[in-house]
Every structure is written in C-alpha cells, then in structure tokens.
C-alpha cells in the first residue's frame, strides 16, 4: 500500500458537519470520505489517472 502524507486542513465548523453527516451516511471515516471526494473531483477534472484496478477490469470486459 502507498504511504499517505498527513496535513492539516482547518474546516468552518459548518462545514465540518456536513462533511461528517455525508460521511455518517456512507458509512465512512470523515478523512475516508474527504479522500474520497476530492480524487473523484480530480479525476472528473482529468487531473489523477484512473485507477488502473478499474481499467484492468474495464479492458477485460472488452474482450
């Protein structure tokens, strides 16, 4: 597994809460859910490349 970097993000209060309530409801860590949001924003900018697990799959689908 690839070695995570830490740092520390200051969030309002508010939006704290509601990061933490979406997290609650998909069954995440609040940093599971931040993580999670913010490569599907990269790669819905086509700035992170895909995961190559799905490609993987998505290319044997093909087939």
Do not use: C
């Amino acid at each position: 597994m690839a070695q995570k970097k830490a740092f520390p993000l200051r969030l309002d209060p508010a939006t704290y809460d509601a990061l933490q309530r979406w997290a609650d409801a998909d069954l995440r860590s609040l940093n599971g859910q931040i993580e999670y949001i913010l490569r599907q924003a990269l790669r819905e900018a086509r700035r992170l490349p895909p995961d190559p697990h799905a490609v993987a799959e998505q290319e044997q689908d093909e087939v």
